[in-house]
């Protein structure tokens, strides 16, 4: 579901910039050049956007500012080559001269920077950049895997639980707000409700997990490391995430006797 939005975003970034025009493409190209050289790059942009979104999660980075900046600056490599093509194709009879990729990239990077910006909607978070793929059990298994489903699930579940769609299952990790939806993350993969986090928690037993940021939530038996850097604290999930702990919560945190905590 929210990628269809982000593919809004990266088509709306796209047309904006059609109709600006800027770096003189308003003067040299036609209207449908122009908007197809503007939404196609955006589409370009947002596809490297992604990558790097991965790779940083490789390198188990996909919170904070430095990522949000890597993820731009990387994007902006492979970008910077579609532009240089498309400048080739449509307004110059040459390839883009060496000394000029420089400032390309640099205009590329700006752009880049504002587009994940848009995507993450200004939370230090790459979560929504990254896609999680369901594991699918082969057929002989699929029975004692559902037999084996999450430590929530059965004749007393949470109400919560009968809200979460049911290609993810019921193991939750963590629950992450955005606006008005809920990030459901689950070993299966992730996908948005319309519910508050506030509500959620009220559907929630305390037993099964604890509130570590005014948009987080993460269930106890999902955490395999408390991370900590200068002034700030992450709790490391079993998928790999890295979920902030706020200033507020990090005593709770630490009483609660997580890994390394």
Known sequence: MHFALQ?????????FLAMAGPFGTYGDLAPLPRYGYWVGLCLFGYGSVVVAAHAMRALRRTSGALALGAVALASALPTTFAVAWAEQLLRLDHAVPLQVMPRVYGSVAAIQLLMVLLLTRMRLSLEPLLIVHAAVPPPS???????????????????????????????????????????????????????????????????AGMQVHRSWWVGFAAVTAVEREPGRMYLRLANGLQVPVSRTYQAAVRAARWPAA
Do not use: C, K, M, N
Not at 7 to 15: E, F, P
Not at 165 to 184: F, N
């Open 7 to 15: 593919g809004a975003i990266v088509l709306a970034l796209g047309v």
């Open 141 to 207: 298994q699929a029975p004692d895997a559902a037999a084996a489903e999450a430590p929530l699930a059965g004749a007393a579940a949470p109400p919560f639980l009968a809200r979460v769609p049911a290609h993810l299952g019921s193991d939750l990790l963590a629950l992450q707000a955005e606006d008005h939806y809920l990030r459901v993350i689950t070993r299966a993969g992730s996908d948005l409700v319309l519910v508050r986090l506030a509500d959620a928690l009220r559907e929630l037993p305390e037993s």
